[in-house]
């Protein structure tokens, strides 16, 4: 490398660090400019300065939260200048007096200072003081509207904590995608078949899904707030959550008998919980977001106050799509790929946040990250979600439902939010480094493992007030021992420093007085301590806390403890046992169906690293055939392209020197039917004949679910369409099981109409006539007959197949007419459409009608650029235009009748002339 390129290179690096510096003091200025209301000092110059007094604080380096604590940390603005109330004697520590600006999210302080003093605005605030209020929304929330000029007065108030403009939600995008096997829905639906949601409501709170869908109709809650707007996205949304895969195997979800209702998201704040009673709601989704919003709003406040008030209810938000950008406000400001969730929102306590992974269980880069804003760990899970994080939270929901039922069915009653978050949280698989962390949370949502929490009853409720421990006693197990505590946390104020109101510690014991205390991470604002993994110590942020520990002789106990508590606070217990050496089977799961000749994903359980093959076999008793190496069994997935086979088979993984055989499944084909033809009185549908398959079910769609029309060992099937009032159909092969069934097949879409897919007749360059004629079917066809202007071409016979030609050698000049005529075998005939031809013949010009009457038309074989001139007998012009069309009308409105002549020129020359008689 030169000592130039290296200059060079040098210099552009000085000049980025020069440019980065110049940004950052523009916005250490703006900050100053904003919330300072006087000169600054050192925090030791301004000693005895009166209490009631809030300062703007610069400290010469990011400090940690507990040397914020001491300077009674208000709010973070950066991650050196904070709002504090306390001045502690430190030169190095840079002050001023502060406004009220402080109580304002940045997005209205932006507006405020976009305006004039004499303009007015409207914003949301948890105080209304004597400003007129337009509406109040929520308990504790105003919308209010004043004058600029009387803001720094309005903001005063000391009952004031945060004001706040309305912001608009947008959807976060998704896909059709649909993977049941990445979070184990697949093996909890084998397992469980009788899980699927039944009499359980959610509402989507977006705009209205489409309630005709035939994976959702009629499961629709109406009730009178609901959005006016449909969406695709809500659509989506509903069908991941709630979808019965009436269209096909993409479009089941994971709580297929569940009930949807929508709500308007255009109110940001929580729909009224009566709304929820009177509906019998239990949890609602959330796939949206306002962008990156860094601190405890009042949409934050109330999701923790309604979850508080409901105590069973539970909100799902998915984290956001902007996972690479960063936050521009707060200790978090300016480190990209941290702290980006999409709304203040999602910075409550007592809601779900869920990121999305790709089918590998892998982080989607554009996923939101955490922290929250006050280094609570955010999101608390991870789902799949190829189209983002609207899809992984949906996913959550639908899961979240079946839990609900599973509690319902055990107990009789719906579990606590914090419950069910509980044991969501504790079954989920840990990604990465062990422990939670702010990407992935406390990791993949296992649907499986959660349904096996609540069915093994491994799960308790308590409560505790300030200074007191609850203990319990784990059930004996062995491997490592893994519990998860949540509670429902009262809400904090808005514009809290930190959100948490109830510290509450979890910890667990062995008989020999060892203490094993929960995961905790470091939440200083910088990317290395970000990205650090979890250790165990004292958690005073969250109200989820994990710990684990190994099994010990004596067993392991559980403590509680209320280390900061007003009141009483209940709270909620799951735990695991993990066993040592362990594997399971997920997918496919038993009884499932995998196409036949397709890429399937195999999915399994373990903590075993290291090599190992998969085979696979025909029933259980074939012989095992090598189906892949695997270079490490613990990232417990693996492709295979399924064998065109039709029967059951099983998988083996060898691995450590132990063979794990999984459940029986079927390797089946899935069929793709076509439509025929559709009749007055008779429609048939068609597919392409399944290896090993010895007979055939069609069905057809009524209300939300298939009948059988019939059973067939042809690869046709003929019905009345008046029997199919939904138009569609679906159809399986049966050999020794029934394989799936296709997917919806809307017999009347692109159909070819009674038997005629489609007729053409074509001149071609030796001047004959090409006909052809494509059919729906064969099926039931006697005869084919050609015509041209009604005298008969030719017939034919058909056979087993879909095309059929004839030809004209010899077509008269002009315009030419052709059709077919279909003989059914009962006798019935029918008649495609006529289609012309034009023909000139050996002649390179053909002129008709003659006589003619308000027009004439000429047929050429080519287009050069011709003239066409029309004259009298006395030689005078007429007409005159250009030669546009092979088949060019000629107008002779306004000539009388009597005799012309018409000529054909190339470049000034007469190609040809003819006389015609024009009759009227």
């Known amino acids: 490398m030169s000592a130039r390129y290296v200059s060079r290179i040098l210099s552009l690096i000085a000049i980025m660090a020069a440019i980065l510096h110049l940004r950052t003091q523009a916005q250490e200025s703006r900050i100053v400019q904003r919330y300072a209301s006087g000169t600054a000092a050192t925090a030791s110059a301004r000693q005895g300065t009166p209490d009631g007094v809030f300062f703007l604080v610069r400290f010469p380096n990011v400090p940690d939260q507990s040397l914020l604590d001491s300077w009674g940390w208000i709010k973070s603005l950066h991650p050196r200048y904070h709002i504090v109330r306390n001045l502690l004697p430190d030169s190095t520590v840079l002050s001023w007096p502060s406004n009220h600006n402080w109580k304002a999210s940045t997005k209205l302080l932006d507006r405020l200072y976009s305006l004039h003093d004499r303009d007015s605005i409207t914003f949301i605030a948890d105080a209304a003081g004597t400003a007129h209020i337009l509406h109040q929304p929520a308990a504790n929330v105003y919308e209010i509207r004043i004058a600029v000029k009387d803001w720094p007065a309005f903001a005063a108030d000391p009952l004031l904590h945060l004001a706040d403009i309305p912001r608009h939600p947008n959807t976060e995008s998704a896909s059709a995608n649909a993977d049941l096997s990445v979070n184990r829905v697949n093996a909890l639906h084998a397992e469980m078949p009788a899980l699927r949601g039944s009499g359980m409501r959610i509402s989507l709170k977006e705009t209205l899904y489409d309630t005709l869908d035939i994976d959702l109709h009629p499961r629709h809650i109406r009730h009178g707030g609901e959005p006016a707007r449909t969406e ?70 109330a999701y923790d106050a309604q979850v508080r008030e409901l105590d069973t209810f539970l909100h799902v938000f998915s984290s956001g799509n902007i996972g690479t950008d960063a936050p521009a406000e707060g200790i978090y400001a300016g480190l990209t790929g941290f702290a980006n969730l999409s709304g203040s929102f999602k910075q409550a306590k007592n809601i779900l946040v869920v990121g999305a992974t790709d089918g590998n269980s892998a982080v989607a880069p554009r996923s939101s990250r955490g922290p929250a804003f006050d280094g609570r760990i955010k999101p608390e899970l991870v789902a799949y979600g190829e189209g983002g994080t609207s899809d992984a939270a949906a996913l959550v929901s639908g899961i979240g439902l079946l839990l609900q039922e599973q509690f319902r069915l055990q107990s009789g009653a719906a579990p606590s939010a914090a419950l069910l978050a509980a044991v969501l949280i504790n079954s989920a698989r840990d990604l990465g480094a062990p422990g939670p962390d702010f990407i992935t949370g406390f990791g993949a949502v296992n649907a499986r493992a959660a349904a096996g929490t609540v069915l093994d009853r491994r799960y308790a409720t308590g409560a505790v007030g300030q200074g007191n421990t609850f203990q ?27 959100a948490l109101t109830n510290d509450l510690d979890l910890w667990l014991t062995d008989a020999s007085g060892n203490r094993f205390d929960p995961w905790t991470l470091s939440a200083f604002p910088h990317k290395d301590s970000l990205a650090r993994a979890a250790i165990p110590g004292r958690d005073s942020l969250n109200n989820t806390e994990q710990v684990q520990a190994r099994s010990a002789a004596g067993g392991l106990t559980i403590h509680v403890q209320g280390r900061k508590v007003n009141g009483t606070q209940t709270f909620a217990l799951a735990w695991q046992w993990i066993p040592d050496g362990y594997f399971g089977w997920d997918a496919p ?57 039709f ?175 279909l003989e059914l075998a009962n006798g019935r005939r029918i008649l495609t459409d006529a289609v012309p031809v034009a023909v000139t013949g050996a002649d390179e010009y053909v002129l008709f009608p003659n006589p003619a009457g308000e027009w004439i038309r000429l047929l050429a074989k080519g287009l050069r650029g011709q003239r066409i001139v029309v004259t009298d007998m006395q ?46």
């Open 875 to 920: 030689g005078r012009v007429r007409k005159s235009l250009r030669m546009e069309s092979l088949q060019q009308e000629v107008p002779l409105n306004g000539l009388p009748a009597g005799n012309y002549w018409i000529g054909v020129y190339e470049d000034g020359k007469r190609k040809f002339g003819a006389r015609f008689v024009k009759v009227r």
């Open 232 to 301: 695709t996205h809500a659509t989506l949304m509903s069908t991941i959550i709630a979808g019965n895969g009436n269209s096909g195997p993409g479009s089941l979800g994971a709580a297929p008998r569940a009930m949807i209702a929508s709500s308007d998201f255009s109110r940001l704040l929580p729909d009224d919980a009566g709304i929820f009673s009177a509906l019998r709601i239990h949890a609602q989704n959330h796939s949206y977001g306002t962008g990156i919003e860094n601190y405890y709003g009042l949409e934050a406040v």
């Open 472 to 498: 319990m006693p784990v059930p004996a197990g062995t491997g490592t021992l893994r519990v998860t505590m949540r509670y429902t946390d009262p809400e904090a104020p808005a514009n809290s420093a930190r």
């Open 589 to 645: 799961a038993t009884a499932e169906t995998l196409d036949a000749g397709a890429r399937a994903t195999l999915r399994w359980s373990t903590n075993i690293g290291g090599p190992g093959k998969i085979f696979y076999r025909t029933g259980d008793t074939g012989n095992w055939q090598p189906l892949a190496d695997v270079l490490d069994v613990e990232e417990g997935h693996a492709g295979w392209e399924t064998p065109p086979a």
């Open 647 to 821: 029967g059951p088979m099983q998988l083996r993984m060898d691995v450590a020197g132990k063979s794990f055989t999984g459940p029986q499944f079927l390797v089946a084909p899935r069929l793709r039917p076509a439509t025929g033809f559709i009749c007055e009185d008779s429609a048939l549908v068609w597919w392409a004949a399944a290896p090993g398959a010895s007979r055939y079910r069609v069905y057809a769609l009524e209300n939300d679910a298939y009948r059988m029309l019939g059973e067939t060992a042809d690869t046709t099937f003929a019905f009345r369409p008046s029997a199919v009032v939904s138009g569609i159909v679906a159809v399986s092969a049966v050999a020794r099981e029934e394989g799936p069934r296709s997917t919806a097949h809307r017999f009347s879409a692109n159909a070819p109409g009674c038997y005629v897919r489609n007729f053409t007749a074509d001149l071609d360059a030796s001047g004959a006539v090409q006909l052809q004629l494509e059919l729906g079917t064969p099926a039931g066809l006697r005869n084919i007959r050609w015509f041209r202007q009604g005298m008969v071409l030719g017939s034919e016979t058909p056979g087993n197949v879909f095309v059929y030609a004839a030809t004209d050698d010899r077509p008269p000049q002009g315009i030419v007419y052709y059709y077919a005529e």
